[in-house]
């Protein structure tokens, strides 16, 4: 009977490796289900994720969990892109890109992500309307402030202009 491995020693061993790599790496999410198949998501403050970041928090895991005690999987990966945000990092780290928003209350939102930090985020709409008494459409630009507790769904608009 194999014992069941915690999300919490698996969050400290990911968390561990991560700290003496020293190169912003961050945890997007771990999963560990009762089979205990453990899946860590990693991401990087600035630029991407490398196969040995991954590898690298992989092998701090694995060597220090008993194979004998409990048999497991693990896999180590970056977040994919059409994959939505999970944790305040990523909207930081994707400032200057275009994201699309469901909001709470089904609004759904799409512009550029202008700023990030803990409390919230701020996102720049764009769009065209007609003005009364002028022939053409004129842009109007409007900068929404949020809170994380008002988005259901953030993800990046993958764009190959």
Request: hydrophobic content about 35%; some cysteine; charged content about 35%.
């Amino acid at each position: 009977m194999s014992k069941n491995i915690s999300k919490e020693t698996i969050v400290a061993l990911a968390q561990e490796r991560i700290d003496e790599l020293d190169k912003g790496l961050f945890i997007v999410e771990i999963t560990v289900s009762s089979s205990n198949q453990i899946n860590v998501e990693i991401d990087a403050s600035e630029g991407s994720v490398s196969i040995d970041d991954c590898i690298r928090v992989s092998r701090n895991i694995e060597h220090n969990l008993d194979r004998e005690e409990s048999d497991f999987e693990l896999q180590v990966s970056s977040p994919g892109l059409d994959k939505p945000f999970r944790v305040v990092q990523q909207y930081i780290k994707n400032v200057g890109r275009d994201i699309k928003i469901k909001l709470t209350d089904g609004r759904q939102l799409q512009g550029l992500l202008k700023s990030a930090d803990g409390q919230g985020f701020v996102v720049e709409t764009t769009r065209k309307e007609r003005i009364e008494g002028k022939k053409k459409k004129e842009t109007i630009i409007e900068e929404h402030t949020l809170t994380y507790d008002l988005v259901k769904e953030t993800k990046i608009v993958i764009s190959f202009k």
